[in-house]
């Protein structure tokens, strides 16, 4: 089966698929109807992609989880109760598949030893309803390198679980299923982390560098879906 973007017969045809719902997409995929899966994997391949290359940091690795991940999806599409919910299932499976690699190579991630981490695990989301509002007399492309060098820097733990909370929008019950810890485990990693970022953003910006990235909350989920639209996917995730 093929993933990749096949010719379409015509450019209406194309247009036509692209306005189509998912829930559509996947009832016509499931018939066995070639361009509908063609449609589906180029609507959600970028966000798949970036979450299995943000979990793994690794562009080979979250290649493999992108293919097998998408085998599976195809493979069961079937399966799937509510059509329209097909990113959230496929991110699912990227998910799980992550964190099996993960569990191999860093098992230490998934280990119950938190106690240093439980020891503060009272959420401090001041900022969480606050507003970014982007300036289009800013260019944010440094901003969100930076960001995300920062981002890359924090240890293992805090990163998935930043990654899950203002990536994917997971619960916080949801995370520590996945990261086999605590809620207050995960509420601690999630704290440590946006402090460690907001230090560095200060301490940059005592140096003469300014960041336009304040209230941070909001601006991570902005950057995230961003860096989501502009993820560029390697051409040969998409053979199978």
């Not at 799937?80 to 191999?104: A, H």
């Not at 810890?181 to 140096?207: D, F, M, P, W």
């Amino acid at each position: 089966m093929a993933f990749i973007r096949g010719p379409y017969s015509a450019a209406a045809e194309g247009l036509k698929r692209m306005e189509q719902s998912m829930k559509e997409l996947v009832e016509k995929a499931v018939e066995g109807d070639q361009q509908a899966v063609a449609v589906l994997y180029e609507r959600t391949n970028r966000k798949a992609y970036y979450l299995a290359l943000q979990l793994v940091k690794d562009q080979d690795q979250a290649q493999d989880i992108l293919q097998d991940a998408y085998l599976k999806v195809f493979t069961n599409l079937g399966m799937l109760q509510k059509p329209e919910n097909f990113q959230g299932w496929l991110d699912t499976i990227v998910i799980n598949k992550s964190k099996d690699y993960l569990k191999k190579k860093k098992p230490v991630l998934f280990s119950q030893m938190a106690a240093k981490e439980e020891a503060d695990s009272e959420p401090d989301f001041e900022d969480e309803s606050g507003y970014f509002s982007p300036e289009k007399r800013v260019d944010y492309s440094e901003t969100k390198r930076l960001i995300q060098e920062m981002i890359d820097r924090l240890p293992e733990a805090q990163r998935m679980a930043v990654v899950l909370y203002y990536l994917e929008n997971l619960p916080v019950t949801r995370i520590a299923g996945i990261m086999e810890c605590s809620e207050g485990t995960v509420k601690s990693r999630l704290n440590y982390g946006r402090k460690s970022i907001k230090e560095q953003v200060l301490a940059l910006e005592k140096k003469g560098t300014k960041l336009y990235c304040m209230p941070l909350v909001p601006f991570l989920y902005w950057m995230f879906r961003q860096q989501v639209l502009a993820a560029a996917v390697p051409g040969a995730v998409g053979a199978a």
